[in-house]
């Protein structure tokens, strides 16, 4: 049997939805893990990048799909199972104090027979087969330990399709799972443009909050706001994207319109004085009135400054 090589792999794991997480996307789930773990699992573990970025004392744990893949990894303190994560877990029991994950984004999955698996049996009903996104959190949740953290990148559609998902969100959200859901703007991996999300889950909170995060920006929001918006953790809801106006200097503004009256009033009184010349009249008195009107406006107030000092030269006229 022909071998593949690292081009077939990515190329095979990018048609089936499975991308490879590059090293700074790595350091970024690890930023959210704020202790030592001694031991961390990633369930869908690729090439074994999010598993990388740890000290290598750190006991390590993957399981890969792809057998071949998995044999590719070379990390200290790993220890590897190559299986499908939902339908053969390879570390059944076992509780890791850190779980990274980045599963492939709404893939199909068999849930015919997994009604019973204590790692989805807690919930109120099963994932859709045909979006294995929320069976992948079911599994994290399973086994990461009492006073562990579990940062998992996703497909931001899970923070808000109904029906199945709504419910299993719906039900992380009550029992207090969500800690922290981040969003992450398109073209951040190397193999896809889409926007993701990471999603961070801990058992032990100290608080119902659940903190958003979008580039510098953050909110804390209660379980109450998250439940009056249907139990959607889409962060675009609770850290809305500001919309920037453009700033106008109102005497830049002023300024300006001034010109604008000066050239028209130049082309009126060209026009005009065209008039007189060609039908033998004077243009004298409709300029006295004009100045009349002016000397109304002539006298500035002592405490008002001029702010613009426009001249007919400014505007392109000369005297």
């Keep these: 049997m022909k071998q593949k090589s690292i081009k077939n792999i990515r190329q095979e794991f990018k048609d089936n939805g499975i991308f490879y997480t590059p090293p700074e996307l790595a350091e970024k789930l690890k930023s ?6 001694e031991t961390v699992y990633d369930p869908t573990c690729g090439a074994g990048n999010l598993l990388r970025v740890f000290h290598e004392n ?36 076992m509780k890791f104090d850190c779980i990274v ?20 049996s807690r919930a109120p009903v099963l994932p859709p087969p045909s979006k294995a996104d929320w069976a992948f959190m079911l599994h994290i949740l399973y086994h990461l330990s009492d006073n562990g953290v579990a940062v998992v990148l996703e497909f931001p559609g899970i923070l808000y399709r109904g029906q199945r998902e709504g419910k299993v969100r719906k039900w992380f959200v009550e029992n207090n799972y969500i800690d ?23 058992k032990n909170k100290t608080t119902t909050d ?4 979008d580039g510098d920006k ?19 809801i609770y850290i809305p994207e500001e919309v920037e106006k453009e700033y106008i200097e109102p005497l830049a503004l ?27 009249i004077s243009i004298r008195p409709f300029i006295s009135a004009i100045r009349k009107i002016i000397r109304e406006y002539d006298e500035v107030k002592p405490n008002v400054r001029d702010n613009n000092q426009i001249s007919l030269f400014d505007v392109g006229m000369k005297k």
């Design 32 to 37: 959210y893990v704020d202790f030592e773990p």
């Design 180 to 202: 922290r859901v981040v969003n992450i703007p398109g073209n951040t991996f190397e193999d896809t443009s889409i926007s993701t999300c990471i999603v961070v889950l801990k």
């Design 101 to 120: 994950a980045n599963p492939p984004f709404s893939v199909k999955w068999d849930p015919e027979g997994l009604k019973d698996d204590e790692r989805f």
């Design 58 to 93: 750190v006991k390590k744990y993957g399981q890969e799909l792809d057998a071949e893949q998995l044999g590719l990894i070379d990390i200290p303190n790993f220890k590897g199972y190559a299986g499908d994560t939902l339908l053969d877990d390879g570390f059944s029991g």
């Design 254 to 280: 002023e300024d300006e319109a001034r010109r604008s009256f000066l050239i028209r009033l130049k082309k009126e009184l060209d026009f005009e004085k065209m008039v007189c010349e060609m039908e033998g």
């Design 218 to 236: 953050t909110e804390t929001v209660s379980l109450e706001t998250v439940e009056e918006n249907d139990y959607s953790l889409s962060v675009s």
């Design 210 to 213: 659940i903190i958003f995060e």
